[in-house]
């Protein structure tokens, strides 16, 4: 097993060391850097330091995959002078250096996206877990809980409100940590958006607009969304940095959060919130169109193809629709978080076809440590990397079990309800009290998913000379 402490110093010494490291973050596979100099670090050097599963730009960052034990190896990093957990601070003379190239911009949108969602997680599968049991112990599945007990309640309505009604406020938060702005300032933004007068106004369907000091504004419940308030941190953030500029610092303490907000509330109210809430409205009729249009196949494509977004990044867009649809309709989403689902189960099939395969018991041992790692950990790099990239065939089990199963979800009509584990638990997000079938059709979408990739694999995943010196270093290990 790999030293930690080593494997950091290794790391960073790679990445041109701390010097070069103007910011660090951990997701939970991979330590993701940014760097003053991005031509340093050799990407294949870097994929044999002991204790790497592999390494790779993606979203503007350099990303070092470690596996369940990234934390550990970021604590470390961390000791060694690193500023980390926090927004990328450019200064003049670091802002004069960037390109703002059409993919540079994207690379830093992505990457403010990626950052302000994946914070969110752990609320969001937190709040939705609860939901998830409640549905599988109450009334339309097992039946152990009536609608009437107050355990039931808690579980399905207090714990899931708590986590999803005040996403702006959560995400507030989360986007002001990521632009270097007051975090509070990010949280007001938030409670302004879901402030109890104006959700009373949208609730009661009387008026369609109001007056924002003079200016007309829809009235609207922006609860449980993601789009208004994701769209205004980045203007309150540069609000803010002009607001600092040019109040005295003896006064900055009130009145930087007071012309800030006065600057926002209008321009949040009458146009960036509305325009968020009709995207996200947009966004969720296109992706049932898409579902709809494209049917299974549509599911199976995506079944088969999301592993490889996931090593480009760019399942970070997809996630960010998927959850602005999950958090906007009651009925979930039949397509994008359906066929990543199934996909997880197809990757972890891949690594376990291989432990059937192999012969050599040190290689063999390693790749069933990688199915666990997802059954369990509910993490897919270890298989990607570990069998994917070091036995490439084994991809075909990948994209095959992922389109079979993506196929069998979308004839079968399986709806995903919300953002649940990634582990062998993510099937809970297909239950649902108004759709009963969903969960075992969906579990069962993913078995056959996980059956057909181990299959590919265990038949044709091997060219005959990687088997011949797979046989030979099991002999050779048995005789030592």
């Given at each position: 097993m790999a030293d930690n402490a080593q494997t950091a110093k290794d790391v960073l010494a790679a990445v041109g060391g701390a010097e070069n490291v103007t910011n660090l973050i951990h997701c939970i596979t991979r330590l993701r850097f940014s760097l003053k100099d991005e031509s340093i670090p050799a990407i294949d050097e870097i994929k044999k330091i002991p204790g790497v599963i592999g390494a790779q730009w993606s979203g503007g960052q350099f990303q070092v995959i470690i596996g369940q034990n990234v934390t550990k190896v970021y604590d470390e990093v961390m000791k060694l002078g690193i500023t980390g957990g926090g927004s990328i601070d450019i200064d003049e003379g670091d802002a004069a250096k960037f390109e703002w190239t059409p993919a540079n911009v994207g690379?830093?949108?992505?990457?403010?996206?990626?950052?302000?969602?994946?914070?969110?997680?752990?609320?969001?599968?937190?709040?939705?877990?609860?939901r998830t049991v409640a549905t599988l112990l109450g009334p339309s599945l097992l039946g152990l809980w009536t609608e009437d007990m107050q355990v039931y309640q808690l579980f399905n309505t207090w714990m899931y409100n708590a986590a999803f009604y005040f996403i702006p406020i959560y995400l507030g938060y989360s986007a002001a940590k990521q632009l270097g702005c007051s975090e509070m300032l990010g949280m007001f933004m938030g409670g302004i958006l879901i402030c109890p007068d104006l959700v009373a106004l949208a609730q009661a369907?009387?008026?369609?607009?109001?007056?924002?000091?003079?200016?007309?504004?829809?009235?609207?419940?922006?609860?449980q969304t993601v789009l208004p308030i994701v769209l205004c941190m980045p203007v309150l953030a540069q609000v803010e940095k002009l607001m600092k500029k040019i109040v005295p610092d003896m006064l900055s303490t009130v009145f930087v959060p007071f012309l800030t907000m006065l600057v926002m509330v209008p321009v949040a109210y009458c146009a960036l919130?509305?325009?968020?809430?009709?995207?996200?409205?947009?966004?969720?009729?296109a992706l049932f169109a898409f579902g709809e249009f494209g049917g299974f196949i549509a599911v199976a494509v995506i079944g088969a193809l999301w592993s490889f977004l996931v090593m480009t990044g760019?399942?970070?867009?997809?996630?960010?629709?998927?959850?602005?649809?999950?958090?906007?309709?009651?009925?979930?989403?039949?397509?994008?978080?359906?066929?990543?689902?199934?996909a997880q189960w197809a990757t972890w099939g891949i690594a376990f076809g291989a432990f059937l395969r192999l012969k050599n018991k040190e290689e063999k041992m390693a790749q069933l440590g990688y199915a666990l790692s997802g059954i369990i950990g509910g993490v897919t790099e270890p298989e990607i990397y570990g069998t994917g990239f070091k036995y490439t065939r084994t991809l075909a089990g990948m994209v095959g079990g992922g389109f079979i199963g993506g196929a069998l979800a979308g004839i079968f009509g399986v709806h995903n309800y919300m953002l649940a584990a990634t582990n062998v638990l993510c099937v809970m997000g297909f239950a649902s009290p108004n759709n009963?079938?969903?969960?075992?059709?969906g579990t069962l979408s993913a078995v056959v998913a996980f059956v057909a990739s181990a299959a590919i694999v265990f038949f044709f995943g091997f060219s005959k000379e990687q088997l011949e010196e797979d046989r030979a270093a099991a002999e050779a290990a048995k005789a030592a």
């Open positions: 690379g830093v949108i992505l990457n403010y996206l990626s950052k302000t969602m994946v914070a969110m997680i752990p609320i969001m599968m937190g709040g939705a877990f609860f369907g009387e008026v369609a607009s109001v007056s924002v000091m003079g200016i007309p504004a829809p009235v609207a419940n922006y609860g919130a509305p325009l968020g809430g009709w995207l996200g409205q947009g966004v969720g009729t760019m399942h970070q867009v997809l996630i960010v629709l998927a959850i602005t649809q999950l958090l906007s309709s009651p009925a979930g989403d039949p397509c994008v978080t359906v066929g990543g689902m199934i009963p079938n969903s969960l075992l059709l």
